[in-house]
């Protein structure tokens, strides 16, 4: 059972263009949410994250939004830099519980 | 700074053996957690451990073992290995108590190959 789901396993940008990361849950116990950045032969590094008490949360260069709603979050990255090309991990834990549930991960590749 | 270690870096085993893995957690830290990334999947919770007890378990046989020692670091244990063992296996530590994702910081894996 995947509870967190990432459909989009790759996603190609123009270097300055927005970037736009899509994830899914299905467990509302969530409460908190989380992207990682994962480069090749390093573990996942911390990005951004959001409380389920909010809708937006920005730092510099990237936006998490959250619509509880609609059980979805993005993240935009904006402008989009070819550092930032990279697999990125959204995941999802209940406050206060440490287990990150992880979903599959999309693959950024930003275009010169 | 070494920030999480994990060793080693690589491993080859055949089906039936039994391998161990080892994180030592970044300074400061007393919790270990522990994650399986099969190729193509995100990683995924294994267990965690805190004043050398086991705290959480994920969905994994009782083949997948731990261990924490006094200095907080911790060994990974699979015992009768399986093709499907094959994975990058995470470790991550925290503070107890201040480990709500952001806290928690990863190591570079062990890549294990089950032939």
């Known amino acids: 059972d995947q509870q967190v789901k990432q459909n989009s396993p790759s996603l190609s940008v123009q270097e300055g263009r927005i970037s736009i990361l899509n994830c899914d849950y299905t467990?509302?116990?969530?409460?908190?949410f989380l992207w990682y950045k994962k480069y090749p032969a390093e573990g996942p590094t911390f990005l951004i994250s959001i409380s389920s008490i909010k809708d937006k949360n920005e730092d510099g260069r990237f936006t998490v939004f959250l619509n509880k709603s609609a059980k979805h979050l993005s993240l935009h990255i904006v402008p989009s830099q070819p550092g930032d090309s990279a697999v990125y991990f959204c995941a999802a834990l209940n406050f206060g519980n440490e287990k990150l549930t992880f979903g599959t991960g999309t693959r950024l590749t930003i275009i010169p | 700074d070494a920030g999480v270690t994990q060793s080693p870096t690589h491993l080859i085993k055949t089906r039936g053996q039994q391998v161990t893995l080892r994180c030592s957690p970044k300074?400061?830290?007393?919790?270990v957690s522990w994650y399986q990334q099969a190729l193509g999947q995100g990683p995924q919770f294994i267990f965690q451990?805190?004043?050398?007890?086991?705290?959480q378990r994920g969905n994994f046989p009782d083949r997948f073992s731990g261990h924490q020692f006094p200095n907080y670091s911790s060994e990974l244990n699979v015992n009768a290995l399986l093709l499907g063992d094959s994975a990058l296996y995470l470790c991550a530590s925290s503070l107890f108590g201040q480990g709500g994702g952001s806290e928690q910081f990863f190591g570079p894996g062990t890549r294990l190959t089950v032939l």
């Open positions: 300074s400061g830290h007393d919790t």
């Open positions: 451990y805190y004043e050398e007890e086991e705290r």
């Open positions: 467990n509302s116990m969530f409460d908190y």
